[in-house]
């Protein structure tokens, strides 16, 4: 059980397109999910929290205009990554949380890797 | 601020030998520490969490306040045990983000 699904595994575009990553969890409801970034041989790095019905909470750093984040319901979160350049090449990682415990813990998609060219 | 410190980016044993993957946090309030594994090619899966208190895979770790360290520890590696490992650190906050540590890699030797 627990599962959390990320769709594509793999993107490539050119500079300037949009590319929305979406995370959905199968077998459970998430009030919240995350969403991480991880550049080669680097840790992941927290870039949202998004929230069901709500607005997501952005850490420091993080464009929110840059970084759309929708979560219209409890089983899907969408990250759409706006006009991407070759900089927003990376790997975008999101995880689920079961919904009305906060003692759950993160369960992880497979991840996305985005390369912009 | 949270923060997570895994100071070892690589760890290298025989297979046997014990293993201790070392994590420090720092955290103002009440900590909540995790270990996850990365194994080659697949997602990011738990392997234990402290208020758990069980063993997993053999591994154990233990939160210890007075040194704000949650080492992961198993007496003798196998060669499976290759991935890379993250410490993180949640909170009783209400968004229970969780801030993770830079990862070591095990590479078990046969």
């Known amino acids: 059980g627990a599962v959390v699904s990320q769709h594509p595994s793999w993107v490539i575009c050119k500079s300037g397109t949009s590319v929305k990553i979406e995370c959905r969890s199968l077998d459970f409801q998430a009030t919240t999910m995350f969403w991480y970034r ?24 993080v464009e929110k205009d840059k970084f759309l984040i929708n979560h219209a319901s409890l089983t899907l979160s969408t990250l759409t990554v706006t006009s991407a350049h070759p900089e927003d090449s990376s790997f975008y990682i999101c995880s689920a949380r079961l919904s009305g415990n906060y003692n759950q813990p993160q369960h992880f998609g497979d991840g996305t890797r985005l390369s912009i060219l | 601020a949270q923060r997570v410190t895994q100071p070892e980016k690589l760890l290298s044993v025989f297979k046997g030998a014990p293993v201790e993957l070392k994590c420090n946090y720092s955290y103002s309030g009440s900590p909540e520490l995790f270990w996850y594994v990365q194994y080659s090619r697949q997602r990011l899966q738990l392997l234990l969490r402290h208020i758990s208190r069980e063993s997993i895979k053999g591994f154990t770790a233990d939160l210890n306040k ?12 196998q060669e499976e045990d290759s991935a890379m ?10 968004g229970n983000m969780l801030t993770f540590g830079g990862g070591t890699r095990l590479m078990v030797k046969p």
Request: proline share 4%.
């Open chain 2, 66 to 77: 007075g040194e704000t360290s949650f080492h992961l520890k198993k007496p003798f590696a």
């Open chain 1, 38 to 61: 991880q550049f080669p041989k680097q840790s992941l790095m927290l870039m949202a929290t998004s929230n069901e019905g709500s607005k997501a909470t952005y850490e420091q750093g």
């Open chain 2, 85 to 94: 490992y993250y410490c993180a650190l949640g909170g009783n906050n209400a």
